[in-house]
């Protein structure tokens, strides 16, 4: 079994900064890529940010600039960290993970979520 734990959430006024972790445990034989996605009240989720193993990164255009993901293979953690954030920031962040286990089968896994508020 995999858990995905996620930490660094909160409530923030414009132009603040959070930076949100991920952690990963369990029968875990390599990560592929990991990232965050968001959503909102209403919407649809969508990609924040992703890095994959070779260290390779790609953002939405919306964080392009203000946010930076980052992850430490050894801990097998991913972070995000995010500056100047704005109120439409403001959603449930959500880690996710591109996992092999032993039996090198390829499988994605979700964290329970993080609540970002920006106020403004």
């Known amino acids: 079994q995999v858990q995905l734990v996620e930490s660094g959430g909160g409530l923030v006024q414009t132009g603040g900064s959070l930076r949100l972790s991920c952690a990963a445990s369990g029968s875990i034989f390599s990560v592929n890529a990991m990232g965050w996605y968001r959503q909102a009240p209403g919407k649809q989720r969508e990609l924040v940010a992703r890095?994959?193993?070779?260290?390779?990164?790609n953002y939405a255009d919306s964080v392009k600039g203000r946010f930076t993901i980052s992850r430490d293979n050894a801990k097998i953690t991913v972070y995000l960290q995010m500056n100047s954030l704005k109120p439409e920031d403001t959603a449930g962040y959500y880690c996710?993970?591109?996992?092999?286990?032993?039996?090198?089968?390829?499988?994605?896994?979700w964290g329970q979520g993080t609540q970002v508020t920006v106020s403004s």
């Open positions: 996710c993970a591109n996992v092999v286990l032993s039996s090198n089968h390829e499988y994605i896994y």
């Open positions: 890095i994959i193993s070779g260290g390779n990164t």
